[in-house]
Structures are given as structure tokens and as C-alpha cells.
């Protein structure tokens, strides 16, 4: 697996560019340049940040290049000949357009794609099967204006193929994603317009490919096919940068293949964008987290191909800060539910906040959960007001079929027949940002400083302090605290532990999760749950309720005591 991110600033250079025509106009932006406000926008502030995998795929033959004024996403196709090449081209290819502030026209694009397409096809090798390779590209300008008077400033794109981009625009009053402007329509063998343009040219098209075998009907290289109507022409579209111009987010078509089954435009408005929004709430701003979150959610969704995505945060300084409020957090005691365990089915799936009296199990999950849901046979999970809380049935259903049930039901029914003394709830909640370790919903946590070491979690904090003061220290810290908090976990079995680390881990632990509730997102969640029980279903009976819910149940017990303080 290949990842790979940087940061870099957009320089000072001043653009210009002309407004084009827009392919297939329903699907991307129409709001003109007069319908919107004035904005003084400043280029210098721009930062981009990119985040790449390699995937399932055996190559990885995604390729990115910027030189700080124009972005390119290639997406290769057939192999890396004709990507890579590509790729090569792109400094002579930028240095063209950014030394003319007016050739970054449609017709001269055109005119610069073709060019550059004999070009690669004489420079392949025939013997080693380079020809059949290609490549798709999405590449965009950014424009600043010279002043208020003379243009706009604004985002252009031209792209052959189907690597997507888009802008997220949020609404700083609200909390939320405004509008996700489209820049880009792919060029599909399935779309109407194309497959008449291809037939029209004398090309064929059959099991909604050309000849057969290419998906996509604009494409750079794919010399083998020589199917009349394959072309490197652009479609192009412009943007006018306003007051709510937040992010321009550019991918591989990796990220397509993760909302097959969806329309692309609400993907990008109640998933993408939301999901962009939860991270700024949560005070995460760095374009490269957030691209990094993208591919993760894609990958999670099951998406199998190389996924690279661009973000470039057009304006640092717009920011929103987090909706949850104390008058959400329940305020009541907790007190036995009198329902029937076996009554469920007929509780509601979601709830946006938690009555004073639990007659189901639930967990709380946020909008970049949604996709998961999705994925796994829940569609209705799109149309829930995440965040808030999913039926604890559904999840366990989901990752552990019947048997998930069945510990569910165990766990309940442990908890409704145990001594009134103990004061247990037959229904609980959970979420998985209570846990250490995630594997079923990805969760960011946040940097933590145990003991004077920087950890990226609580889960390698935790595992490190199993070895303090011992030889492998050091190496076992190193080792934990480059990997995810699963993997985490796992090397934290590999390694001799300390002799003393069952008397003294639950105060490890206490301490642990002391410092990561002091973190007001994390805490606000916790205060969601205020007055209910907290379990943690698990086969582990020490920190959580084990299979038959007899469990000690040790985490949810030092988080309910720090929610309690």
C-alpha cells in the first residue's frame, strides 16, 4: 500500500482565465457569476493537502502534480505507460498556461491534449504492451482577480475521463455544507450524450463500453483499441469563488466507485459534504486529514481501486464551530426501562436525542458513518439527521450477524434480571468514540501527551505503558505509534509486558481517558449520554460485558464515573 501527503501554499502568481461553455448544464454548477456576491478572495492563504492508497490494486497508477497555481488529478488506466508520461509533461504543459493569462481556453487546451496524445504514442514502447495503457486528467486553475474592477476570481477545470471535482461550500451560521457545486460530469460509455457523439464518430459501444473494454469515453493513450470516437477533448466548467467557498476537492475515480450504487450529486451533498463538515466541528482543518478521511470513508465503503484525493482549502479563515449544546444532554436519572427486551423490532431505527426512559439499546454514530450503514443494507441510514443514535440491533446485526443478536439479547436480558440493588438499565448506550480500539467505524482521535511522550490515541498510549521501564520500551512505543489503533492493539500482545501490569492498568486506564475527555468534542458526546447506562459489548468480560453480559464492564464504568464529575 502506497500513501503519500504534502502541504504547499499557492504563490502569489495572478491568473486569467475566460468563463466556458458547461457540458451537460443540469448536473453542474448554473449559478452565474452575477447572481453571486463580491469577494475579495486571497490566493496566498490557499492550502492544499493530498492523501493517496494503493488499495486492493496490485500498482498503484493514480499520479498528482501542482506547481501551486494549477492541479492535476491522472488516473491511469491499462498500466502506468501512459499516465506516467502524462505526468511528464505536466511542468512544459503548466508553464504554457501560466506564461499566457489567456490561453487557458477550450479551444487551446484541445489543441495542447492532442499534441501531447501523438506525442505519448510515439514515445511508447509497442513490445512491452504499452499501448493498451491510458489515462484519464482533471486539471484546474485557480484564478485570482487583479482587482475588484477588472475580473473574478475563480476556479477552471478541464478534464477528459471521469476523475471527479467539486467544491464544498458551508454556511458558517448554520453549521452545515450549502451547496456542492459540481466542476466536473464523467465521461461515461453509458452516458447518452457520449455513446450518440462515439456511434456518431463511427465508434462502438457494447456492454456500455467502447468496444468492449474501455469504460470511459475521453481518455489519453488505450492506442490499441483504435476505436474511432475515443478523444482527449476537454469538457470544461468555471467557478466563481464567493464568501462561502471552503474547499476544492479533486479525486481519482477510485472515490466514484465507492457511491456506484448512489447519484453522484446527493453522495457529495449528504455524504461527502457533511462529512467535511463533522471534521471542522471538530476543530480538524487540515486539508490533508480531510483528504485522508475522504479515502479512508471511500476504501470503508468498498471501493477496491487506487484512490487519490486533493483538497484545497480556499479560504483558512472560514470556519464554523461545533452545534452540540447542553440543551440537548439528558438531564435525568437513570432508572430501570419496565419494556419487554424481546418488544425492539418495534422501536425506532434513529433517534436524534435520547429520551429520559431507554426501551432499546443505541449507539451514537455522526454522518461520516452514514456510508458504512449504506454498504452494509441499511439505505434508510441516508435520510437519518446524524448525528445521533442508531438502534444498538442494527449494529450488532451488521458486523456480527445472529450471533451479534443473540449477545445482545444475552447482555439485556443479564442486565434486566440483575439484583434492583445494582441499579442496571436492561438498555444501555455505546458509541464507538468511547472505545479505544476501532474496527468497525473508523473514528479520528485526537494527539494525546501521557507521561511526557506524544501518542496518536489512547490506544497507544495505553499499550505503550505495558513495557515502561523495560529494555524494548522504546522500540515497542515506536512500533505502536505508527500504526492504526487496531494494529496498535496487536503489537501491544506481541511484546513481554511488565510484571506489574494487571495491578496497575486500570488506573493507566483511568488516567488515559481523564486526558481524552478533557477534549470538548469527545466530552460533549459523553454528556449526550448523561443519565443512562454505558456498555461496552464485547467477548472481553474484563473491560467489557462479555458474551453473556456478565462482564465487568470496566471502561463504561470509569466513563460513566468522568461523565458523572
Known amino acids: 500500500m502506497s500513501n503519500s501527503e504534502f502541504d504547499l501554499m499557492v ?5 486569467n482565465v475566460q468563463l466556458y461553455d ?28 493530498s492523501h493517496t492508497d494503493q488499495n486492493k490494486r496490485t500498482t498503484q497508477e493514480d499520479r498528482q502534480w501542482s506547481d501551486g497555481k494549477i492541479y492535476a488529478i491522472l488516473d491511469g ?26 490561453a487557458f481556453t477550450l479551444d487551446n487546451i484541445n489543441q495542447k491534449f492532442v499534441e501531447i496524445n501523438h506525442r505519448i504514442k510515439s514515445e511508447l514502447n509497442i513490445d512491452r504492451g504499452e499501448m493498451k495503457s491510458g489515462s484519464t486528467a482533471t486539471i484546474v486553475k485557480i484564478t485570482k482577480a487583479e482587482s475588484e474592477s477588472e475580473s473574478e476570481s475563480k476556479i477552471d477545470c478541464a478534464y477528459v475521463g471521469d476523475s471527479p471535482a467539486f ?12 451547496i456542492i ?40 493513450g488505450c492506442y490499441n483499441l ?90 483558512p479563515e472560514l470556519q464554523i464551530s461545533p452545534n452540540y449544546s447542553d440543551n440537548s444532554v439528558s438531564s435525568v436519572s437513570s432508572v430501570n426501562s419496565v419494556s419487554s427486551v424481546n418488544s425492539i423490532s418495534s422501536i425506532p431505527d434513529f433517534i436524534k436525542n435520547l429520551p429520559p426512559v431507554l426501551n432499546a439499546s443505541y449507539t451514537y454514530l455522526e454522518m461520516s458513518h452514514v ?15 446524524l448525528p445521533g443514535f442508531v438502534k444498538q440491533e442494527i449494529i450488532s446485526r451488521i458486523f456480527h450477524g445472529e450471533n451479534g443478536i443473540e449477545t445482545l439479547r444475552n447482555i439485556e436480558k443479564f442486565r434486566s434480571e440483575s439484583d434492583p440493588a445494582l441499579g442496571l438499565s436492561p438498555f444501555f448506550i455505546w458509541s464507538p468514540y468511547f472505545e479505544n480500539v476501532h474496527t468497525n467505524f473508523q473514528v479520528e482521535e485526537f494527539g494525546i501527551n501521557y507521561e511526557n511522550y506524544n501518542y496518536p490515541g489512547p490506544e497507544h498510549a495505553f499499550q505503550s505503558q505495558k513495557f515502561k521501564g523495560l529494555p524494548h520500551f522504546e522500540e515497542a512505543r515506536e512500533k505502536i505509534s505508527a500504526e492504526d489503533s487496531d494494529k496498535a492493539y ?11 501490569w494487571f495491578e496497575i492498568n486500570f488506573e493507566i486506564m483511568v488516567n488515559i481517558q481523564k486526558i481524552k475527555f478533557a477534549n470538548t468534542f469527545f466530552k460533549t458526546i459523553l454528556m449526550l449520554t448523561k443519565g443512562h447506562d454505558l456498555c461496552k459489548m464485547t467477548n472481553d468480560a474484563y473491560w467489557g460485558a462479555g458474551a453473556d453480559g456478565r462482564g465487568k464492564n470496566k471502561l463504561p464504568e470509569i466513563l460513566m464515573k468522568i461523565r458523572d464529575q
Open 181 to 220: 457545486p459540481l466542476l466536473t460530469v464523467s465521461h461515461k460509455a453509458s452516458d447518452p450524450a457520449e455513446v450518440a457523439r462515439v456511434k456518431e464518430a463511427g465508434g462502438k459501444i457494447f456492454f456500455g463500453r467502447m468496444n468492449g473494454v474501455l469504460a470511459i469515453t475521453r481518455n489519453f
Open 11 to 15: 504563490d502569489t502568481n495572478e491568473l
Open 490 to 500: 496487536r503489537i501491544g500482545q506481541k511484546y513481554k509486558a511488565r510484571n506489574d
Open 77 to 102: 488506466n491499462g498500466g502506468s505507460a501512459t499516465v506516467d508520461n502524462l505526468l511528464s509533461k505536466m511542468p512544459a504543459l503548466a508553464a504554457h498556461f501560466n506564461k499566457d493569462e489567456n
Open 167 to 178: 467544491i464544498v461550500e458551508i454556511d458558517p451560521i448554520q453549521n452545515q455544507s450549502n
Open 371 to 385: 456510508s458504512l450503514l449504506i454498504t452494509n443494507g441499511i439505505p434508510e441510514a441516508a435520510s437519518w439527521d
Open 22 to 49: 458547461i457540458m451537460h448544464e443540469e448536473e453542474l454548477l448554473t449559478t452565474s457569476v452575477a447572481e453571486q456576491p463580491s469577494y475579495n478572495f486571497d490566493i496566498t492563504k490557499c492550502i492544499c493537502g
Open 226 to 315: 483504435g476505436t474511432p470516437g475515443l478523444i482527449v477533448e476537454p469538457s470544461m466548467s468555471s467557478y466563481k469563488i464567493n464568501p462561502a467557498s471552503k474547499f476544492l476537492v479533486m479525486s481519482s475515480d477510485g472515490l466514484l466507485d465507492a457511491y456506484i450504487n448512489c447519484k453522484w450529486t446527493t453522495i457529495t451533498e449528504e455524504i461527502i459534504g457533511k462529512s467535511i463538515v463533522e471534521k471542522l466541528k471538530k476543530g480538524i482543518t487540515n486539508p490533508k486529514k480531510i483528504a485522508e478521511s475522504i479515502v479512508n470513508d471511500a476504501i470503508q465503503r468498498g471501493s477496491a481501486d487506487n484512490i487519490t484525493v486533493y483538497v484545497v482549502d480556499l479560504n
